[in-house]
């Protein structure tokens, strides 16, 4: 009696993914009842789940201190406590942007949001991993919810030819995680991180950099880093509007983890190489991703190469390699998908019932015709070009400090002159939405209110973060020491 | 009394989001707020001038407030010599903009409003800032109303002119910043005054001198990176190019003198050589670009640069005097004569853009060629044009006179061959002016459209005559001027030529 007793407290910590677990079986049977009868439903449970789990987080799941769970597999701590809550804010506001989107192209069936949450369950497992087979479970979760997520619109070719592409190159990338996992097991004879940290220390062996190497490669490939980036603008543009949405926000956070989990945490001992490597995708990344993005046509598109730039300038706070850095990669990160949630919502409420509006003319004379979703989009492209007073400013001002503090002068130079070129696709959207003429003078289609106020709160939350930075700074800086 | 800059940010900024509130629908009362706003700002500058102490070269009106404790970085405020004549400056420029704009801006006019409210409020704000964050967060925040500005309400270029300037002034300022943070990250935190005073070898202080270089020679403009400047200027509306000349482009003369000399002192006196050849270059091979133009507004832009290359020199030309006569009054005469040039050129370049924004709202052209004769039916507006002319030229008794008299003075200490090679602009700009003038004020009515024009309304009068006043003042009695500048320059001299090493 008295053992059952402190087992079901000591599980408190993991009280988010057991409630994700039980909100999925739950939203699942009630699909199969209610779903045909009562559409929406099962979109309003979702949202109501996540409140609760986000309540649930904040009562039962604080760890006074770094707790290691379930045969020291899983670990608890304010990082993976600030990273859920994240996870299930944005989760929900993504799911309430796109609900009309959904309905318009008859897509909104409860799988949708059950694939989501289990994709939040993914990220959360991956956010508090503590050995390889965690790693991989997290990360394999995650993957397969987006895959089906992606191809969801099962009447659209492009949908399916893009979630097909992500599958397979997806499955390759997960293949070199667990290769390179295989390697550093055999070698260390260890799947917990903190053990591999211990005992991984220079001089490496040559196995060991090699299963180093295929570690970084499955990072790289995960978040979007060139040259393993081919997959991301297909997907992008390819998957219905709202999941482009999903997918270039949460797993976002979910491969930040990862690449701090695995790389700044179990490989620490490895370090010198693996930031060696990083650097070299990054000078790649943030030339490839910001000059494509120039020539591109389509919104999505565009995003996609943008989100291959910001993802450069998140590893370059892995490229310091020092806590300051990290904790600027979180703050990069976390920003970052702030603003994302907003653009994206944009393009989302700027479509209509057969109309996708996806290409970058459909944005001209925005202003005129959607002022709020013009002002959104606005704040958007300036915070990520990197102006004040908004909030991406700060981000990109962190990592050239954290940059400056391990002298890396040259990467400074690149990251200043990219964010200069990144600039100018960013300005483009701004140019069409407000000095061009509308081609059409049909007022964008009236929305709920509810959606359109969380909308303005997004962009409003950019310019108050931008404003006044500093508690998100101290909390990012916090959580990683 | 304390909050007294915060007033002068925020008041403006505040009244553009109220405006912007109020909604197109809104604009009669969004127009007499605007101009309230403005007048408000204006108003609290004379507190600010009467309590000025110009025995100091101390910070005063200083506010602290912790801004973001991680970074040490504070939203710390203060003026001295230096600032305080461009923040009045830039007080006293917004209120005719806001009257010019009364009922010519037909297209979205409370956004426009706002846009030059907000924009005024971060002007205020770069002049102010005694932290270089802060300093560099209303640097850059401003370039997005300016963004808007020439892209919204510009001519027919405006897009090429708005996205040319806004790549052109942010490249110049990420490498100021990559400066600033390195700085920072030797020096702790973000305060100017400790970047002024924190030891920097030879080799950190050039490239900092480089970065800074980057940042304020686009703003300035310098030549050859000036080419931004006639596009935006050409396709901006009338408020939008008075601001830009009278305003923003004493940002980079300003960043020269509070960010170059004093924290990069020893780079600065070794490249003295190449800032001088560069303003000397924008001096004359400008000036005879600016005679060749057939674009009124052209040719005020490139009058700009011609003119902007005197504040450049004044402030370079420190090193060589004190190098052959060891005089820091003689060094700080240059200053002073770059400070008063600044001030001076805001005020008339400015007015030269109202009254080409007079013409251009009657016959909706800035082609010389469209004009002539314009003083048999607008004698007023002709009186004001050929004085604003002079003052381009530098009479004697205008401000014009006395900011390039001061730099060419103190130029002589250093070398004969500077003065005379700017003295040669004396020439160049009463050529360029003097034609411009002869071609669209004076000679034989040219055309019907010219034969119907109208003479200046009451709105136009008040804001010329202003400005008139404004330049006239300057140009007889500049001793209050140089007495406010006095202590922070003598401080800012005996700054540049001492060394860090």
């Known amino acids: 009696m008295d053992q059952t007793l402190i087992s079901v407290a000591s599980l408190a910590p993991a009280v988010a993914e057991i409630w994700l677990v039980f909100a999925i079986c739950v939203l699942l049977l009630v699909e199969v009842f209610a779903g045909t009868k009562r559409p929406g439903l099962t979109g309003t449970l979702t949202l109501l789940a996540l409140v609760i789990g986000a309540a649930l987080t904040v009562r039962y799941g604080q760890v006074p201190h770094r707790v290691l769970l379930f045969d020291r597999t899983y670990v608890a701590d304010e990082l993976g406590v600030v990273l859920k809550l994240a996870g299930f804010l944005f989760v929900a506001v993504a799911l309430l942007y796109s609900r009309d989107y959904l309905e318009n192209r008859n897509i909104q069936r409860g799988e949708y949001y059950v694939l989501a949450l289990t994709a939040l369950l993914g990220v959360f497992v991956l956010v508090s991993a503590n050995s390889l087979v965690t790693v991989y479970l997290g990360v394999e979760l995650l993957a397969l919810s987006v895959y089906a997520m992606v191809a969801f619109d099962r009447d659209s070719g492009v949908s399916a030819e893009s979630a097909m592409k992500y599958f397979v190159l997806g499955a390759i990338a997960s293949g070199m995680l667990l290769y390179g996992m295989s390697l550093i097991y055999g070698l260390t004879g260890t799947l917990d991180l903190g053990e591999i940290a211990a005992r991984l220390h220079a001089p490496l062996t040559p196995g060991v950099v090699l299963g180093l190497t295929f570690i970084v490669v499955a990072v790289a490939f995960k978040l979007g880093a060139v040259p393993f980036h081919m997959w991301l603008p297909d997907v992008y543009e390819g998957a219905p509007t709202s999941v482009t949405l999903f997918i270039s926000t949460v797993p976002k956070i979910a491969y930040f983890a990862l690449a701090l989990r695995l790389l700044a945490q179990g490989l620490a001992g490895t370090e010198s190489e693996w930031t060696q490597m990083l650097a070299a995708l990054v000078v790649l990344t943030l030339i490839v991703g910001n000059v494509v993005a120039i020539v591109q046509t389509n919104l999505k598109r565009m995003l996609a190469y943008s989100a291959i730039a910001n993802v450069g300038f998140i590893l370059l706070g892995f490229v310091a390699g020092t806590a300051d850095g990290y904790s600027a990669a979180l703050y990069y990160t976390l920003q970052y998908v702030l603003v994302t949630l907003g653009s994206f919502g944009v393009i989302l409420l700027a479509g209509a019932k057969g109309f996708e509006a996806d290409r970058l003319d459909d944005y001209k004379g925005l202003q005129q015709r959607d002022p709020l979703l013009a002002v959104t989009m606005m704040v958007a492209m300036f915070s990520l070009a990197g102006v004040p007073p908004f909030i991406g400013f700060w981000a990109k001002l962190r990592i050239i400090q954290a940059l400056w503090e391990t002298n890396h002068l040259w990467l400074v130079v690149l990251a200043v002159t990219m964010s200069v070129v990144g600039a100018y696709y960013y300005l483009r959207v701004v140019k069409l939405m407000y000095f061009d003429d509308p081609t059409t003078t049909a007022p964008a289609a009236a929305r709920e209110p509810g959606v359109r106020f969380a909308l303005g709160l997004n962009a409003a939350a950019a310019l108050a973060l931008g404003l006044l930075p500093g508690p998100l700074l101290d909390l990012c800086a916090r959580l990683i020491h | ?501």
């Open chain 2, 1 to 501: 009394m304390h909050a007294l800059l915060s007033c002068l940010i925020w008041i403006p900024i505040a009244a553009g989001v109220l405006i912007l509130l109020l909604g197109e629908r809104n604009i009669v009362i969004g127009r007499w707020l605007a101009l309230a706003a403005s007048l408000v700002t204006l108003a609290l500058t004379v507190p600010l001038w009467a309590h000025f102490d110009t025995t100091t070269a101390a910070m005063q009106f200083i506010e602290q407030l912790p801004w973001i404790p991680r970074f040490r970085a504070y939203y710390a405020l203060g003026v001295d010599g230096i600032s305080l004549p461009l923040i009045v400056l830039t007080a006293f420029m917004t209120v005719p903009v806001v009257i010019a704009g009364w009922t010519v801006i037909e297209k979205r006019p409370a956004q426009y409003y706002a846009a030059f409210l907000i924009m005024e409020g971060l002007m205020i704000g770069v002049f102010a800032a005694t932290d270089a964050l802060l300093f560099y967060f209303f640097w850059e925040a401003m370039l997005i109303p300016m963004f808007l500005i020439i892209g919204i309400w510009g001519g027919p270029r405006r897009v090429y002119a708005t996205i040319k300037f806004f790549l052109y002034t942010f490249l110049g300022s990420v490498f100021m910043l990559a400066a600033l943070i390195y700085m920072y990250v030797k020096a702790g935190d973000y305060a100017i005054a400790s970047f002024q005073a924190m030891p920097l070898s030879l080799i950190e202080q050039r490239w900092i001198f480089v970065a800074f270089l980057l940042a304020f020679a686009v703003k300035v403009p310098m030549w050859p990176v000036h080419t931004w400047l006639p596009d935006a200027h050409v396709e901006a509306p009338t408020g939008g190019s008075v601001i830009l000349a009278a305003i923003m482009l004493k940002m980079g003369g300003y960043g020269f003198l509070r960010f170059s000399l004093p924290v990069a002192p020893d780079a600065s006196r070794e490249l003295d050589l190449l800032v001088i050849t560069l303003s000397l270059i924008a001096v004359i091979y400008i000036g005879y670009v600016a005679l060749v133009q057939l674009d009124m507004k052209k040719l005020i832009a490139y009058s700009s640069i011609s003119h902007m290359g005197f504040v450049t020199l004044g402030a370079f030309v420190m090193y060589e005097i004190v190098r052959n006569t060891g005089s820091l009054q003689g060094a700080g005469m240059g200053v002073d004569g770059a400070m008063v040039q600044m001030v001076s050129h805001g005020l008339i370049s400015g007015a030269l853009f109202l009254c080409v924004g007079v013409l251009y709202d009657r016959l909706h052209s800035r082609q010389i060629a469209d004009y002539g004769g314009v003083v048999n039916t607008m004698p007023v507006f002709a009186a004001f044009m050929v004085l604003f002319a002079l003052a381009n030229t530098g009479l004697p008794g205008t401000s014009g006179f006395v900011g390039e008299f001061l730099v060419i003075i103190a130029s002589f200490r250093a070398s004969f061959w500077y003065s005379a090679l700017a003295a040669v602009t004396l020439i160049l700009s009463s050529g360029y002016t003097l034609w411009l003038v002869k071609r669209v004020v004076f000679g034989p009515v040219t055309s019907p459209r010219v034969a119907a024009l109208q003479d200046l309304n009451g709105r136009e009068y008040l804001v010329l005559g202003a400005l008139a006043v404004a330049v006239l003042l300057v140009g007889v009695w500049p001793a209050p001027l140089l007495k406010v500048m006095q202590p922070t320059v003598h401080h800012l001299v005996s700054q540049a030529v001492a060394t860090k090493l």
